[in-house]
């Protein structure tokens, strides 16, 4: 049978935890018994928690050129790590916000399943619009959240599942 706890989370809005990195967000009661992540003084985490992520590609030149097509980004130089060859967007350390890059290699397996990364955008409409025109698909249509922002879903060039927001 499913915890009540759970299923009251299934329901809420996809974007809190987005907002924690706004400092909107308070960690409820662990209503699970289960160890928590506090520190050292018994406080929870307040620093945004994603530092860096990966998101797989199968060709990183069509990726790049779909990335920078929807979301107007020039990448750097492609760079070979363990063996897996990887191309960056751009990162201002000290600003909001976690780093990231196009992966590609033996590990890196494209999905529309599993985690969903939230990409930032100024324009939700315009940015489906050169997804679509870019080979992409329209996987969520563009809805409002409580914050009177917009939330959508995209398939990307390499068949993953990326989330865009307007907030």
Known sequence: MASPVLADTATRDPLAVSFAARGRWRPAINPIRCKTGRDKTGRFRTMNLIAHVEIPVSDLERAMCFYGAVFS???????????????????QAGEDGASGALAEGPVYVPSLEGAIPYLNVDDIDAALARAVEAGGKVLFAKTPIGTGGFVAEIGDSEGNRIAVQAI
């Open 73 to 91: 980004v020039a990448f750097g130089e492609i760079v070979t790590i363990h063996e897996n060859r990887m191309a960056f967007f751009p990162f």
